[in-house]
């Protein structure tokens, strides 16, 4: 049926691209879970005998765990407090008349602009100078600042989009402010919100230029990996470990969209 | 600003509110569980003290008496660096005890964060070899600053399937232009600059004058084309050397006795010129809140449980001498190591203390030359 | 206090009369209101922003000595900086990687983000999941996967040996800054196919049925219309890659091998193992600046095409 349109037919060459091109993006991805179950230490080729040894031996090795928990509770509270940050300033953006609205914006969303390794340097600069001890703390002020432009503007459309007349009509009929947010605006804004935490969760949890220079004696498992490239014969955990992200992360993107159709295929059931 | 929704049309837009909502459940729950049922059975308590030092020896081989006698390990803390972990110690953090080497100890003492080590506390220090210790900087009212623990050899690491020797093992090896684009250096300047002047034969006793800046770095910048990297990263330089990248590069021990675990065919050069020696230990925290215990960590340490897996596992040497009657002869020289371990010491060319601007001059210098500049 | 403000909150009855008065003011200045509602992500950003930065520019006229810094203002990083080739030729360096990595990867994913907005249809989702899921594995083992590919005895030379192309493994793959721009490229992909598919999107397809109507082919609706309306996703791709990549150290210095060490790396080891920190700040600001101006060319160039 496309083909009656001229410009959605079919473009055998161009699909041919996006497949290789999508090729291009997995194939190197892909030799860490290879390597991962390889028994050599050294990630090379021919390989050896297939083993499970390296995922035995993570589970041995506490400190990764640490890292790796450290890492969560990083990205977890800097996902939450750019979010929490970000929804105010984006209703005020999107919906207020201010004065200054232009540079406003520009400096919020300035980090976009500004190379990380900028910000990983200043700060460490300042706490020094204060006497702040480096910490996950530091690490993750330096994260909400790379963070809360990507929540801004994930934010700043939805409140654009979102259907005044709705609350409205919540404070028409008596509702206070608190209440039509939570009941009125939160719900159109939530998919935005939900965006936002994904979003701001992951650019925190892989950070590395930012957490080099301001963590301090508990690392983040990006920093953990980097202290560790020196010990070669734990890098093959850390292949484990990693393949074990890789699948927990596709298994979650490939579950939400089988929800998504499952949801959008039951009878008589609209998504939103 | 259109940046913008770009992530919003992909991460949201198209994506159900309530299938976001599950996978973010979901991701919460599933990947914050994995850790904490892992940590649980692992992490020590509050109680013990925390050993603050390189990744990699943070594990239980090391720890065998302390655990006999606490049932658990102590904490860890780890860094890629010592000046990165003087850093960090100096912005206040508190662990009790830290593993510098023997040539910073008197920037470290400088600091007024440790206190002298009370040597008699150590059940395992009659064994400790005095030839790593007895420098005048590391002795306070006869008691150490530093309780050596480890130590080893900077030299060349070599395939000896591919590298043409030809006569005797020397640090020319490295600036061999037959083997030119294949050959690798460690990164930093703490180990690259004091080899540089045993092979520009600059005597480390004059190291500190400006003619020896002068012939090291004169030396360095007409090796660095025949260098395919430079790089501390230990993984990289072994990976290359198994792959056959690189035929011959500057490494510690450990190197060879992991290559060769793998049935890398390598040897680990004894340079006519002599090697480097460093000497690495433990230093104790002035206000270490688990002061008993970090004792009881140090003496683990210097253990000779510990020394076997230092010496068998990582190809370092050790400071207890007991852990060297473990080992035959053939293996220890391969390691670069002996069963008179006092001999390579004396042999040895020694890493001394240098002055904060030296070492900012020096280390300003190698990352020029390293950039080629 | 609540930040959730919104419009419409009734007044307040039999309460003191100071209180109520400032309280409608701010109730009835949309202005005041809004100011109250950005003023904690503002105050965040300010603290963490500002703050820092005007730190970092007032160190970077101190100097060291030792372990000491000396407060004493001066432009002696900056002389240096200018007089010492080996800052200028790094920061060039740094910038032409950028710049080629972020062509190269705008360039080859245009055509993809082409192809999922104009020409898929029941999948779109799934190959905008697809294409960005790589992204979701951490960026030191991405660049270590290239290693593998790139390496000595990598996939690149066994597959060239296998095929009896080469006799002997080719060094020139990794270690280089060929590999440094491929994983920049590869790493940064996502972040150029998403705002280009999204400007693409965007587009209204009645002014492609216009022009088809009115004879235009293909390649001419392309360049007069798709091409031109997706112009600002090219140029958010190109702003959202090529600003960090100018920055980055890691890759470097895991792929650069001696010659492809960027200023990102001389920053780096400034705070680090060098100890200067006033010298490491000036070298940062002074590739702020560079970034910025080359960013304002590369709008500059962007607005004069358009016209």
């Not at chain 1, 900028?118 to 480096?134: D, E, H, K, M, Y």
């Not at chain 3, 309460?15 to 409608?24: F, H, I, T, Y």
């Not at chain 3, 432009?75 to 710049?99: M, V």
């Not at chain 3, 360049?223 to 702003?239: C, E, H, K, M, Q």
Request: proline content about 6%.
């Amino acid at each position: 049926m496309a083909a009656t349109e001229p410009f959605h037919s079919p473009n055998r060459p161009l699909a041919l691209y996006a497949l290789g091109f999508t090729l291009f993006l997995y194939a190197p991805i892909l030799f860490i879970p290879l390597f991962s179950f390889n028994s050599g230490l050294y990630a090379r080729f021919p390989l050896q005998d297939f083993t499970l040894a390296w995922y035995a031996e993570l589970w041995t090795r506490g400190p990764v765990f640490a890292a790796l928990q450290n890492s969560l509770q990083v990205g977890l509270t800097v996902a939450v407090i750019s979010t929490v940050l970000a929804v105010p300033a984006a209703k005020a953006l999107a919906r207020y008349r201010i004065p200054g609205k232009g540079p406003i914006l520009g400096f919020m969303l300035l980090p976009l602009v500004v190379p990380g390794l900028i910000f990983g340097v200043a700060l460490l600069v300042l706490v020094s100078r204060l006497g702040i001890p480096l910490s996950l703390w530091t690490v993750g002020l330096g994260h909400i600042i790379i963070c809360l432009p990507f929540a801004i503007s994930i934010l700043l459309p939805r409140f654009e989009g979102a259907n005044r007349s709705l609350e409205e009509a919540s404070a028409d009929l008596g509702e206070n402010a608190w209440w039509t947010f939570w009941r009125v605006t939160f719900p159109t804004i939530l998919p935005g919100v939900m965006a936002s935490l994904l979003l701001t969760f992951t650019v925190s949890f892989d950070e590395f230029i930012i957490a080099f220079f301001l963590s301090g004696t508990d690392p983040t498992l990006p920093m953990y990996i980097w202290n560790q490239l020196r010990f070669p014969q734990s890098f093959p955990s850390l292949l484990a470990l990693s393949t074990l992200i890789l699948v927990v992360s596709f298994g979650l993107v490939l579950a939400s969209l089988r929800l998504a159709r499952l949801n959008r295929d039951l009878p008589g059931r609209k998504t939103s | 600003m259109d940046v913008i929704d770009q992530l919003h049309a992909v991460r949201s837009g198209k994506l159900s509110r309530r299938a976001f909502n599950r996978s973010l459940m979901a991701l919460g729950i599933g990947l914050t569980a994995v850790p904490l049922g892992a940590r649980r059975a692992l992490a020590a308590p509050e109680d013990h003290p925390t050993f603050f030092t390189w990744g990699g020896f943070d594990i239980p081989e090391l720890f065998v008496e302390y655990q006999a006698k606490h049932g658990e390990m102590p904490n860890f803390s780890t860094f890629g660096g010592s000046e990165e972990a003087l850093v960090k110690l100096r912005s206040g953090f508190v662990a009790d005890v830290s593993h510098p080497c023997l040539s910073g100890v008197p920037r470290w003492v400088e600091t007024g964060l440790f206190q002298p080590i009370d040597t008699s506390r150590l059940s395992n220090w009659p064994n400790v070899m005095p030839e790593l210790y007895n420098a005048d900087f590391n002795q306070t009212e006869g008691k150490f600053w530093l309780v050596p623990f480890d130590w080893g050899q900077t030299s060349i690491t070599y395939r000896t399937d591919l590298f043409d020797l030809q006569g005797e093992e020397s640090w020319a090896m490295l600036s061999d232009q037959r083997h030119a684009g294949r050959l690798g250096m460690l990164s930093s300047g703490g180990d690259a600059w004091w080899c540089g002047a045993i092979m520009a034969g600059v005597p480390l006793s004059e190291i500190a004058t400006e003619d020896a800046f002068t012939r090291i770095s004169d030396f360095m910048r007409a090796q660095r084309p025949l260098i395919r990297i430079y790089t501390d990263d230990t993984t990289s330089l072994e990976q290359a050397l198994a792959s056959g990248e690189l035929v011959a590069a500057m490494t510690w021990n450990s190197s060879a006795v992991t290559l060769r675990a793998q049935d890398v065919p390598v040897a680990f050069a004894q340079p006519k010129e002599g090697a480097l020696t460093w000497v690495c230990g433990v230093m104790l925290h002035k206000d270490a809140p688990h002061l008993d215990r970090a004792y009881d960590v140090i003496d683990s340490l210097i253990s000779v449980p510990s020394g076997i897996f230092n010496i068998g596992t990582y190809g370092y040497g050790h400071s207890n001498m007991k852990a060297f009657d473990n080992f035959d002869e053939a293996t220890l020289r391969g390691l670069g190591l002996s069963k008179n371990p006092i001999e390579i010491l004396q042999a040895g060319h020694f890493m001394t203390p240098q002055s904060a601007d030296w070492e900012a001059r020096m280390n300003s210098t190698w990352e020029k030359i390293k950039a080629g500049f | 206090m609540t930040p959730f403000d919104s419009d419409l909150r009734p007044a307040p009855a039999g309460r003191p009369s100071l209180a109520v008065g400032l309280r409608n003011r701010v109730h009835r200045s949309e202005a005041l209101r809004g100011y109250l509602l950005l003023s904690p992500a503002l105050a965040v950003l300010g603290v963490a922003i500002i703050a820092p930065l005007i730190l970092l520019i007032v160190m970077s006229t101190w100097s060291m000595s030792g372990f000491d810094m000396l407060m004493t203002p001066g432009l002696g990083n900056y002389a240096i900086i200018a007089s010492d080739p080996i800052y200028a030729a790094l920061l060039g360096r740094s910038l032409k990687i950028a710049a080629i990595a972020t062509a190269a990867t705008v360039l080859l994913s245009y055509p993809v983000a082409y192809f999922v907005a104009f020409h898929v249809h029941r999948h779109k989702m799934l190959w905008l999941i697809l294409l960005t899921l790589p992204f979701w594995t951490s960026y030191l083992m991405r660049i270590f996967a290239w290693r593998v590919v790139l390496g000595y005895e990598g996939v690149i030379n066994s597959a060239l040996m296998s095929l009896g192309l080469i006799e002997a493994p080719m060094q020139v793959f990794l270690y280089s800054q060929t590999a440094v721009t491929i994983a920049l490229a590869h790493a940064w992909a996502a972040f150029a196919i998403l705002p280009i598919y999204v400007s693409l999107e965007k587009i209204d397809k009645s002014y492609l049925e216009a022009a088809a109507d009115l004879g235009d082919n293909a390649a001419r609706r392309f360049w007069r219309i798709t091409l031109p309306l997706s112009l600002p996703g090219v140029v958010a791709a190109f702003f959202l890659m090529f600003i960090p990549t100018v920055g980055d150290y890691v890759t470097a210095a895991m792929l650069g091998g001696p010659d492809g060490m960027m200023v990102g790396n001389l920053i780096q080891a400034q705070f680090g193992p060098i100890n200067d920190w006033p010298m490491g700040a000036a070298l940062a600001l002074v590739m702020t600046l560079a970034v910025a101006v080359a960013g304002l060319a590369f709008l500059l160039l962007t607005r004069m095409i358009r016209r």
